[in-house]
């Protein structure tokens, strides 16, 4: 019997409450009505998606499933169901170990929660981002500290044992204190999982126009930095390990489903803008809400926007980014074994810089960067474009 492939799936659920002042994802409001039209259109997409016309189900078997947004916690526990059952009619899900579901205080309940449950959904993301209210109204989001409480309660009452929970740092008006206090109080409730990034303020989002790149309200640089270094400090001590530049986790919570982005599993994107990288070939599909309904209300022609083998050299490049962000870091030998070339003779020079800067660090097959090279990671895997 041949070994089956492993595969992610990613599921875009494009609809939330309300537009947080950030926010540059692919995501808006929409009324009942559209999302209902949605789910009918990305369960023809899952039913019949004819990328590359492969049999899903003989060739490869998912192991991870991650429903991502947008605020996917606004379906309903019937519309989660009838997409999972759409994915276990096209691919073959049996083994599945992980299903994530992104989940925002103030849109759960737990009737709700028992129903992913009951569908197969066995880790939830909560995106709380800051502990401190006047934080979360800065950042235009729609909950408090106490409905994510809330959330955080009855997710552990509808029996959920695998939790995220979604930080952020340098945001407006945030003190040192503040995103202390942020960190402990999640600490305090043992989450298995915790992200935290720092706010990158984009172009074209409401907060472009208020604060610019960097406007005088956000954290210095000096504080963002120490903001950077507690949250590892507070973190360890608490017994979560750092496996990726902005994620730590309880041992053996480590999020499989991004693992796998990391470390190059062949993954497919269902819904709209998602993107799928199948042997090497990368798709993406359209970005427009009402083009991805029409196209798909018939037989599911979804509309892909982008189509693209990458080339050798790029998906080196992946290979060296994505996998460099895990703190494990990489390994020679299956560099060698995907791309039948010496990762030393591709990347020579960047490595020996790198490793001379004290960014890097080589031990027999193994890759990594050091601290040092972590704390400037954007940097320093700038020298692996080619
Ligand atoms: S909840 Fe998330 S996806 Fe929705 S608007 Fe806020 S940041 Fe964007």
Known sequence: MIDKKKLGIYVHIPFCIRKCLYCDFLSDTADTNVRKQYIEALVNEI??????????????????????????????????????????????????????????????????????????????????????????KTLGRIHDYKQFLETFKMAREAGFDNINIDLMSAIPGQSLDSYKDTLNKV????????????????????????????????????????????????????????????????????????SSYWTGTDYIGLGIGAASLIDGVRYSNTSDLYSYMKACSKAAEVLTEEYRILSQNERMEEFMFLGLRMIRGISAKEFKERFSQDIYAVYAKPLEKLVKDGLIIINGDNIKLTSKGIDVSNTALANFLL
């Open 47 to 136: 039913c019949s998606c004819p990328l590359k016309d492969i049999d899903y189900k003989s060739q490869y078997t998912v192991d991870t499933i991650f429903f991502g947004g947008g605020t996917p916690s606004v379906l309903e526990g019937d519309q989660i169901d009838e997409i999972m059952k759409a994915l276990a009619f096209r691919f073959d899900i049996s083994k599945v170990r992980e299903v994530t579901i992104e989940c925002n205080p103030g849109t759960a309940t737990l009737d709700k929660l028992e129903s992913y449950k009951k569908s197969g959904i066995n880790r939830l993301s909560i995106g709380l981002q800051s502990a401190n209210d006047d934080e979360l």
């Open 187 to 258: 600490i305090s409730l043992t989450p298995e999982h915790i992200s935290s990034y720092s706010l990158i303020i984009e172009e074209g989002t409401p907060f472009y126009d208020m604060y610019g790149e960097s406007g005088p309200d956000e954290p210095d640089e000096d504080t963002e930095r120490e903001m950077y270094y507690m949250t590892e400090r507070l973190l360890n001590e608490a017994g979560y390990h750092r496996y990726e530049i902005s994620n730590y986790s309880l041992e053996g919570y480590e999020c499989r489903h991004n």
